[in-house]
């Protein structure tokens, strides 16, 4: 019956029923589970004198691989790159064609090869021994020819692939990657390579906005900043909020120093108490201080304070405790750190 084959539901045991599906996911995330417990439990003394290595490189970390090892090579790289370890990929088939001038004296070359044995990356060999470079491997096979030829192995050995030929790169990628990772962390660590500095090289990303980001980047000034003295009317300080639109009102003195804030929960609470908006002054019913931040600080800081006081605005002062500014909560929707 034509359309009969599109209509007709699989199995829950077939080989794609629901069931055997996620039997087959399960038994994938297990088998690369126990290949990490296994790189785990290998880690020796040759995972750090790598990390020396590569400290002491006064280059670049140039990082190669070919295939599937190549694309964990990419991702190594950009990730050295973004925690304070200079790197880039090189492709081992485009290397033998000029791109071998990348790679300089003072640099290192981080080879991945899962065998041990991927032609491209042994034709490189002769010339990286001339420069002089330091050879950072990284194979499933120690007694493999690049293996022996590295001035530092590392065994990302793993028993069995996913794959249920044992041929396709699952485990083995998973593990070369989940290495080169540790490496990267470890080095991070070890430069003492600070949130700042991370935020410094992702200045597009949202992490970047919330690292780099300061108070006084986003803060209103000048005549957008609510403020009334300590005799100003209630009535007087809601014309000044709703002028402003910021939530609250800074009450300060001559000096403009902040003697405390009336916010719209100050607001509700009054109202509560039926005072008069008209006979009541700010010195009566404000807030003394007041939650307050200073301009250096990062915007995410202020987006924690708002958050674990439950308020949706600050006031910003100076080391005198003078207004010289104020955001809220849509001040830092704008800015992305929220």
């Known amino acids: 019956m034509p359309g009969a084959r599109a209509m007709m539901k699989p199995n829950e045991h077939s080989a794609t029923g629901d069931q055997a599906l996620l039997e087959s996911a399960a038994r994938t995330i297990e088998i690369e589970a126990a290949a990490l417990q296994a790189l785990r439990a290998g880690l020796d003394h040759s995972f750090a004198r790598a990390c020396r290595l590569c400290l002491a490189c006064t280059g670049r970390i140039v990082v190669t691989g070919m295939g599937k090892s190549g694309h964990v090579a990419h991702k190594v790289a950009a990730t050295l790159a973004s925690t304070g370890s200079p ?38 060999l002769p010339q990286v021994k001339r420069l002089a470079v330091p050879l950072l491997a990284l194979t499933g096979n120690p007694l493999s020819t690049l293996a022996r030829a590295a001035d530092v192995h590392i065994n990302v050995f793993v028993p069995q692939e996913a794959c249920p030929h044992n041929l396709t790169p699952t485990a083995s990628t998973t593990a070369a990657l989940v290495m080169g990772d540790a490496l990267a962390v470890a080095l991070l660590e070890a430069r003492g390579f600070s949130a700042e500095d991370f935020a410094r090289s992702h200045p597009g990303g949202s992490l970047g906005r919330r690292l780099l980001t300061r108070v006084d980047d986003i803060m209103r000034r000048g005549d957008a900043l609510p403020r009334v003295p300590p005799e100003a009317l209630l009535s007087t300080a809601l014309l000044e909020m709703t002028r402003t639109g910021l939530g609250l009102t800074a009450v300060i003195d001559e000096q403009e120093r902040v003697l405390g804030v009336f916010s719209d929960g100050d607001l509700r609470r009054a109202l509560d108490r039926r005072i008069d908006p008209h006979k009541t002054t700010m010195r009566e019913i404000m807030t003394p201080g007041g939650w307050r931040i200073a301009a250096h600080e990062l915007a995410a800081a202020a987006a924690a304070l708002m958050e674990a006081h439950r308020i949706t605005a600050l006031i910003v002062t100076d080391a005198e405790q003078r207004l010289i500014g104020a955001l809220n909560v849509h001040d830092l929707m704008r800015a992305g750190v929220v």
Do not use: I, Q, W, Y
């Open 87 to 124: 790197a880039f990929f090189l492709h081992p088939g485009e290397a033998s064609h000029g791109d071998l001038g990348m790679l300089t004296r003072g640099d290192l070359l981080l080879a991945l090869s899962n065998s041990g044995e991927t032609a491209e990356v042994l034709t490189l």
